[in-house]
């Protein structure tokens, strides 16, 4: 099979622990698109905090894109045109603030460029380290967010937060659930995840389902790993999400990544 897209998820499958693209991982990557491959990054990051990422990766000069807050925009990368962009209304986030009031979780989301809570957590102290984003603490939550926001995350300890995930799926089935770390639970609008927005890119580019690599660690990769025509985890992946890929490679800190383009692409 002759792969035409590399689709990789960023934080603890692309990057190490250090938040560092691999110079073995930078490597392969601009080969891969010497070969004509398109190189997407997809996340639950921010677009912002993408960028500097993508363009160390010389996506930009090879007209690829991402996906970032988990599929809820596609941006080009050379120029910041949104491809897609879906929202989550004022009244789905006040309903999530809601609900993270009444389970005792930390909720944010995310205005003009910065993270907005109510409260302080240091899975909040995590979040701001991962994107760079500032933290916008406010006295209300739901006055200060009076407008659409992309995405919200419930933050607590992932022991707790676990049993939150069905809880929340059930509360709300008009909503998109995932876990994207232990103590990060997403949602997002309605339908809006990493496979669905792959495959608008896709469509948009004439790549067929089949020719698709995708690499993730995490709950939220799992419907593009599903989708892909070759899903493959790095060795840290979720333990409970380790049979539901083609192939394991191994870990982020040991260029997985690197693994899979050099055996499936560079061959």
């Known amino acids: 099979m002759q792969y035409k897209m590399l689709v990789l998820d960023m934080d603890d499958t692309l990057l190490t622990d250090d938040h560092r693209i691999s110079d073995l991982n930078k490597k392969v990557i601009l080969e891969a698109q010497a070969k004509g491959v398109y190189v997407v990054l997809a996340s639950g990051r921010p677009t912002t905090a993408m960028t500097a990422y993508a363009k160390e990766l010389e996506l930009d000069k090879n007209d690829s894109y991402m996906i970032s807050f988990n599929g809820a925009i596609i941006s080009r990368v ?39 809570s109510e409260t302080d957590s240091e899975f909040i102290e995590v979040e701001k380290e991962i994107t760079g984003m500032a933290h916008h603490k406010v006295s209300s939550f739901k006055d200060y967010v009076d407008r659409p926001a992309v995405k919200c995350i419930l933050l607590q300890d992932p022991a707790y937060l676990k049993t939150l995930e069905n809880d929340l799926k059930e509360a709300m089935p008009h909503l998109s659930v995932s876990m994207s770390k232990p103590f990060f639970l997403e949602a997002a609008q309605q339908g809006i995840d990493k496979a669905a927005s792959l495959k608008f890119l896709a469509d948009k580019l004439g790549i067929h389902q089949s020719e698709i690599i995708a690499v993730g660690n995490a709950g939220n990769d799992l419907t593009m790993i599903e989708y892909a025509g070759l899903g493959v985890w790095v060795d840290n992946v979720t333990p409970e999400l380790r049979d539901k890929a083609d192939l394991i490679v191994a870990s982020n800190n040991d260029d997985g990544v690197a693994e899979v383009v050099t055996r499936y692409i560079l061959n």
Request: net charge negative; charged share 30%; proline share 0%.
């Open 78 to 116: 050379k120029d910041d045109l949104v491809l897609f962009e879906q929202k989550l209304t004022v009244e789905q986030i006040h309903a999530l603030y809601d609900y993270s009031i009444k389970k005792n979780a930390h909720i944010i989301t995310y205005l003009d460029d910065q993270i907005i």
